[in-house]
């Protein structure tokens, strides 16, 4: 495990999506609508899932195992879910949008930030293929 990746991947995560959920909830007090808020969380919760394992994991690549990339950078996306302040009163991620706030949207946001966020963890962290040649073969 790389102490180094864990904590960036939780700050980065706990950070980009804090200001992700300030900037749904602003822009959605300029709406009526009252679900524009947490529809808007869930899209700009889930860019930062996806973009934030990515920018970080990348260059730990040829510096760590991959089994070290995937412990840290999982253990960070739950550490970051646990600073994330918005979790802590059920409305975090997405699971807002089919239930009301509370320990059940606690849970729910829980498993999907894990699971969107180790999806891309997966993706970026995958082996390239044999077929594929390196970036530095001048063939």
């Given at each position: ?41 869930t ?14 994991v ?13 412990l ?68």
């Amino acid at each position: 495990m790389r102490p180094a990746l864990l904590a960036q991947v939780a700050v980065l995560t706990a950070v980009t999506a804090q200001l992700g959920a300030f900037l749904a909830t602003l822009a959605a007090q300029q709406t009526t609508d009252l679900g524009a808020a947490p529809a808007l969380r869930t899209l700009l919760v889930t860019a930062v899932l996806v973009v934030v394992p990515w920018w970080t994991v990348r260059p730990w690549l040829l510096r760590a195992t991959r089994g070290q990339i995937r412990l840290g950078c999982g253990l960070g996306l739950a550490l970051g879910y646990a600073l994330y302040p918005a979790a802590w009163a059920g409305r975090g991620y997405a699971a807002e949008l089919v239930t009301a706030p509370g320990t059940t949207t606690r849970l729910l946001d829980l498993v999907l930030w894990l699971v969107v966020g180790g999806a891309a963890l997966l993706v970026v962290s995958a082996p390239a293929g044999t077929r594929e040649s390196a970036t530095y073969d001048v063939r």
